[in-house]
């Protein structure tokens, strides 16, 4: 009940194409679902997180999309670029639980 | 920008020996998290500090780690034993409120048990 599925494993984009990585849930209790982009050699850096009261949170180019019925959420990003390149985690947490469930992590490759 | 730093970066280690992992968080932060990074897998949640105490720790947290704030500044992680498996990239991270705010990760260290 704790995890957080996410998929693909990996993902090849054009540059200018559309990157999108999905991730589901099990536990309702989960109220926070951040998505944190990784570079080799980094630490997590929070890119954008999106609350369940809102089906949907923009920020430049990177759109969440939030299903609360089917506890699925995905990362869009548009017009991708080779300096997206990197692994990228959805996660979850919620209020009565100070930590987040990663998921398995979507590496993405973005070529010229 | 403030960010939370990590030393070392890297540490090689014999099985059996301790080590300790040592962050500066946030200036202004009030909650610390260790989490794991096996090589090519997921991260995952180690323990969580507030108030100089333990508010939370995962199955893997077992009574060869613990955390201690020595100081106003530093958050560390011990091992006092290292088992082979132990090796992996280790995040520190902090956040001014709980999980549902932001949690700032630092670049990790990267820990090897041979």
Known sequence: QQQVKQSPQSLIVQKGGISIINCAYENTAFDYFPWYQQFPGKGPALLIAIRPDVSEKKEGRFTISFNKSAKQFSLHIMDSQPGDSATYFCAAGGLNTDKLIFGTGTRLQVFP | ?114
């Open chain 2, 1 to 114: 920008e403030p960010e939370v730093t990590q030393t070392p970066s890297h540490q090689v280690t014999q099985m059996g020996q301790e080590v300790i992992l040592r962050c500066v968080p946030i200036s202004n932060h009030l909650y610390f998290y260790w989490y794991r990074q096996i090589l090519g897998q997921k991260v995952e949640f180690l323990v969580s500090f507030y108030n100089n105490e333990i508010s939370e720790k995962s199955e893997i947290f077992d009574d060869q780690f613990s955390v201690e704030r020595p100081d106003g500044s530093n958050f560390t992680l011990k091992i006092r034993s290292t088992k082979l498996e132990d090796s992996a990239m280790y995040f520190c991270a902090s956040s001014s409120g709980g999980a549902t705010e932001t949690q700032y990760f630092g670049p990790g260290t990267r820990l090897l048990v041979l």
